[in-house]
């Protein structure tokens, strides 16, 4: 099985649910506030080894009690954190999210000791991408620490995932070029292409992000499912799989990239992949929080029977699910 290094941000999410997005100068109520572990990098992690993916996560933390909490959350779920630095004198990234009755979301981050992760500590860590064979990369870092990783990685041959969130107009002209498969929920996919407004198709967006570099761009659009495409016009598309109620789809977007990612891990083709992360993110929109709503692979497998022949290992011993 392939090894995947997430590169990413972790943060402790305080997550507030309210009965309406609040207007500018409006007081709301919060029904109520729980805290949840998750960060873009965490929780694709924590995503990823919950589909029996082997995981290296490298990050950092501040010396405080949060940063406790999200790394024993990781171990738990088989995520490796030796390389995840821990910063003194800064606290842990917090995420401060309002989750509202449809289940949506708005997310404020404060970016803490992820600041951190810097390009020197990326250096000192080199021996995790060459030894990885899948680096999943996000926004909630530097940039230049983003882009310095993808163009090492690349240049050994390895695959590269870009989840590009938050999204940002500045990305490096050089940096497309070395991302194998671009992640992009629907919104972010406009944003990235220069089209704010939504006024391009789908296609014609990402056809503007494939001609800029990028080998794949994989599409989420929610409760429209996913959609696949690259330079040669192929087209992969995977409607929603199940009938759930949203109950919060904090982390349902992480979910599905750590959860695609694994699924190439463990030898699925691309199309099968979508299918494991698309059912994935839609059992996780039914709980609360981000990595405590994720799902485990049998959970999935039990929606999916027909991927279990497809993730049978070779030599006949049959799934183990994850602990």
């Not at 709301?28 to 029996?52: E, I, T, W």
């Not at 000791?113 to 999943?136: G, H, P, T, Y």
């Not at 996919?189 to 296609?203: M, N, S, V």
């Not at 989420?220 to 499912?225: C, E, I, P, S, V």
Request: aromatic share 2%; net charge neutral.
């Amino acid at each position: 099985m392939k090894k995947i290094l997430v590169i990413g941000s972790l943060n402790m999410d305080y997550a507030a649910s309210l009965p309406h997005p609040p207007q500018v100068g409006e007081t709301s109520l919060a029904a109520q506030v729980s805290l949840h572990p998750g960060g873009k990098g965490a929780n694709q992690a924590y995503a990823a080894a919950r589909m029996g993916a082997p995981v290296q996560l490298l990050g950092a933390v501040g010396c405080d009690s949060n940063g406790v909490v999200l790394l024993q959350q990781l171990r738990q779920a088989g995520v490796g954190v030796a390389a995840v630095r821990q910063v003194p004198d800064t606290y842990t990234a917090m995420a401060v999210i309002e989750v509202f009755p449809d289940g949506g979301n708005r997310i404020l981050v404060l970016p803490g000791a992820n600041q951190a992760m810097d390009e020197s500590w990326l250096l000192r860590q080199l021996s995790l991408i060459r030894d990885c064979d899948i680096l999943l990369l996000q926004l909630e870092i530097p940039l230049t620490t983003v882009a310095r990783a993808a163009r090492l990685a690349h240049a050994l041959g390895k695959t590269v995932m870009l989840d590009p969130a938050p999204a940002r107009p500045d990305l490096p002209p050089d940096l497309w070029p070395d991302i194998d498969i671009l992640k992009p929920n629907e919104l972010e996919l406009h944003q990235l292409a220069g089209d704010p407004q939504c006024r391009l198709t789908l296609e014609q967006a990402a056809r503007c992000l494939l001609d800029r570099g990028c080998r794949q761009v994989v599409v989420t659009r929610g409760r429209q499912g996913s959609v696949s495409l690259d330079p040669a016009g192929r087209v992969i598309t995977v409607r929603p799989l199940l009938q759930v109620k949203a109950v919060d789809s904090t982390g349902a977007g992480d979910c599905y990239s750590g959860a695609l990612a694994a699924g190439l891990a463990r030898g699925l083709a691309l199309d099968s992949a979508m299918q494991l992360a698309a059912v994935a993110a839609e059992l996780s929109v039914m709980k609360a929080g981000a990595q405590s709503a994720m799902p485990d692979l049998e959970a999935v497998l039990t929606r999916l029977p027909q991927l279990r022949l497809e993730l049978e290992p070779a030599d006949g011993t049959g799934l183990k699910a994850p602990v």
